[in-house]
């Protein structure tokens, strides 16, 4: 397959610690009990910087590694639930902090956003329309979370990551799916203050999600997603090198591991440090993988994500770095 390659990665999460042990300070929760059914054990958290000053710094820590200024990107794609701002998106907010001149624009698929934009820039590469291309995935969770109910507020974190993509032949075979459920994981906006609304609706943003549900979605999906794209790009399991999961639950990511027939040795996690950053959170993972040197040239990664929508993506990269 045309695709590309990945050049460099960049991430940035807010210094400001919560523990398990502060959140037993806010709501009935416990250490024992986030940790047993999460893996979780802290999340950083926005204090003073805004979500835009995370994505501009994952921004510019993946473009210096890729040796690409800024005026040289084609195409910013950013995946967010939500930027700082509706309007201008934040890909072109990131494009004017980083002094570039291309194309931008915004793509929400939930957790999964990462992965659908590797889909995305494919289809531009696909077409000779770019040669350089910046993703960052920015989440600022905590704004939407309601700090009173314990079963969501204890799951999710801040942060974001970033890639600089260059031409190649790197992505091996891509899998996306989305099955349109707004029970299982939602977080509505808000509707403003038109006079003309018959019902006005004062409720913040406020994520809620039947937790449940969305577990036996992630272990089946996970499995589907990563068969397929094993499948198309002609792996079996010994043969990958690197699993990356979106990090939501460590008891979803063991149960997929189960039946996957991967070797254990081969998945990486940070879910204890960071929680649940959404569409951030394989990307800071990947990040962190490369900045430890663990990626090695010509060996395989499968990155897999679930999350609101229900939306799942999956993809299979060889890594040239
Ligand atoms: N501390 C203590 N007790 C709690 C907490 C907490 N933080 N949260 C829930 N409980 C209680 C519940 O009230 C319940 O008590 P009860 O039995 O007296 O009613 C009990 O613990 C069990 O609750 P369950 O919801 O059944 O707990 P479960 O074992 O399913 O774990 C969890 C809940 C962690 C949310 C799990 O279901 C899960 O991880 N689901 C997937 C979530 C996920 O991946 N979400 C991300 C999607 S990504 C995105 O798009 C944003």
Aim: charged share 20%; hydrophobic share 40%.
């Amino acid at each position: 397959m045309n695709s590309f390659t990945i050049l460099g990665t960049g991430s940035s999460v807010p210094p400001h610690r919560v523990t398990n042990d502060d959140l037993a300070q806010m709501v009935d929760t416990s250490d024992e009990w986030i940790s047993t059914r999460t893996g979780i054990r802290e999340r950083r958290v926005l204090t003073t910087q805004t979500l835009t000053d995370l994505a501009v710094e994952a921004s510019r820590r993946a473009l210096e590694q890729a040796q690409v200024s800024p005026k040289e990107l084609d195409l910013i794609i950013c995946t967010t639930l939500r930027g700082d701002y509706l309007t201008p998106a934040e890909g072109c907010v990131i494009q004017e902090e980083l002094g570039a001149s291309c194309p931008a624009f915004d793509l929400n698929a939930a957790c999964s956003g990462f992965v659908y934009a590797l889909d995305v820039a494919a289809g531009y590469y696909a077409r000779g329309a770019v040669k350089k291309v910046l993703i960052v995935s920015m989440e600022a969770m905590s704004q939407m979370l309601d700090w009173t109910d314990r079963s969501t507020c204890v799951l999710f974190g801040d942060g974001a990551g970033a890639v600089v993509l260059g031409e190649g032949d790197d992505l091996l075979a891509i899998a996306l799916t989305a099955k349109g459920n707004r029970e299982a994981l939602s977080i509505p906006h808000i509707h403003g203050h038109s006079p003309f609304l018959e019902k006005k609706e004062a409720a913040p943003i406020r994520l809620s999600m039947q937790g449940q549900e969305v577990y036996k979605f992630a272990v089946s999906s996970i499995c589907r997603g990563v068969k397929k794209a094993m499948a198309q790009a002609g792996l079996t399991p010994e043969k990958v090198d690197h699993v990356l999961f979106h990090q939501a639950n460590m008891r979803i990511i063991e149960a997929a591991q189960k039946r996957l027939g991967i070797p254990d040795d081969r998945y990486h996690n940070n879910i204890d440090q960071y929680g649940n950053t959404s569409s951030a959170s394989v990307v800071i993972l990947l990040d962190e993988v490369n900045r430890a040197g663990l990626l090695k040239r010509g060996e395989t990664l499968v990155l897999c994500a679930f999350g609101g929508g229900l939306t799942t993506g999956t993809a299979v990269m060889r890594w040239s770095r």
